[in-house]
C-alpha cells in the first residue's frame, strides 16, 4: 500500500531528552513536511524539505531538527532545546507542491 | 508571506442541511492554491477539496464546493446535506506557486457538529 507511516503512534519523554519521530512515504514525494499541533489549535510549520539533502525551517523550528537522506525519509528530532514539546505531530509529504498527504501522527508526551 | 484566517471557532448544523464554513487569505504570491482538510477525532488530516488561483470555475467534489471570490480573497466551503459522520474539524490551507513544493499554511480551524 502506498502511503505515509510515521512512527510511533505515542511517544513518551523525559525532560531534558531528545526524541526523533518517524516519517516514511513511499509515494515517491519530492516535498515533505512537518506540523506540530496543539489542543483546540491549527496546524504550525516546524520543517519542511523540497528535495533530498535540503529542507528549510518552518514558522517554529527552535527545538528542533531534522534530516532528508533519503527521498523516502524525515525524521523529526525534539530536543531537550524544546521547552514545550507536548503536541500532536504530524508528517506530510507532497507531489511537486499539489495537495499533501498525511501520516496518522505521532503524539508526544513529556512525564 | 502567507496567512489563513478561519473566523469561526465552531459551527452546529442540523443533519441533511448545508453549511459554509469560512476562510479568508491573504498572499503575495501570483499564483496559489487553497485547500480544504478535515479532522475528525482520530487526528488523521483528510484532503477535501483544493482550488487554484487561475482555475475559472468554483471547485467541486461530490458533496463539497469551494466559493472562490478571489477580489475578496475568500473560499469558502460548502457542505451540502450534511451527514453526521461529517462532525470533524476543517482547515483551510494555503500553498504559493502551483507546481512548486512550497510552504504550506493553515488556518486554525473550525469545529463543525452536525446534530439530529
Known amino acids: 500500500d502506498g502511503g505515509i507511516t510515521q512512527s510511533p503512534k505515542y511517544l513518551f519523554r523525559k525532560e531534558g531528552q531528545n526524541v526523533t519521530l518517524s516519517c516514511e512515504q513511499n509515494?515517491?514525494?519530492?516535498?515533505m513536511y512537518w506540523y506540530r499541533q496543539d489542543p483546540g489549535q491549527g496546524l504550525r510549520l516546524i520543517y519542511y524539505s523540497q528535495i533530498v539533502n535540503d529542507f528549510q525551517k518552518g514558522d517554529i523550528a527552535e527545538g528542533y531538527s531534522v534530516s532528508r537522506e533519503k527521498k523516502e525519509s524525515f525524521p523529526l528530532t525534539v530536543t531537550s532545546a524544546q521547552k514545550n514539546p507536548t503536541a500532536f505531530y504530524l508528517c506530510?509529504?507532497?507531489?511537486?507542491?499539489?495537495?499533501?498527504?498525511f501520516g496518522q501522527g505521532t503524539r508526544l508526551t513529556v512525564v | 508571506a502567507q496567512k489563513i484566517t478561519q473566523t469561526q471557532p465552531g459551527m452546529f448544523v442540523q443533519e441533511k442541511e448545508a453549511v459554509t464554513l469560512d476562510c479568508t487569505y491573504d498572499?503575495?504570491?501570483?499564483?496559489?492554491?487553497l485547500f480544504w482538510y478535515k479532522q475528525p477525532s482520530s487526528g488523521e488530516m483528510i484532503f477535501l477539496i483544493y482550488?487554484?488561483?487561475?482555475?475559472?470555475q468554483n471547485a467541486t467534489e461530490g458533496r463539497y464546493s469551494l466559493n472562490f471570490q478571489k477580489a475578496r480573497k475568500s473560499a469558502n466551503l460548502v457542505i451540502s446535506a450534511s451527514q453526521l459522520g461529517d462532525s470533524a474539524m476543517y482547515f483551510c490551507?494555503?500553498?504559493?506557486?502551483?507546481?512548486?513544493?512550497?510552504?504550506?499554511?493553515f488556518g486554525t480551524g473550525t469545529r463543525l457538529q452536525v446534530t439530529l
Open positions: 482550488q487554484g488561483s487561475y482555475d475559472q
Open positions: 498572499t503575495s504570491d501570483p499564483s496559489y492554491g
Open positions: 506530510a509529504s507532497s507531489p511537486d507542491g499539489d495537495e499533501a498527504f
Open positions: 490551507a494555503m500553498r504559493g506557486s502551483p507546481g512548486t513544493a512550497s510552504k504550506l499554511t
Open positions: 509515494l515517491n514525494h519530492d516535498a
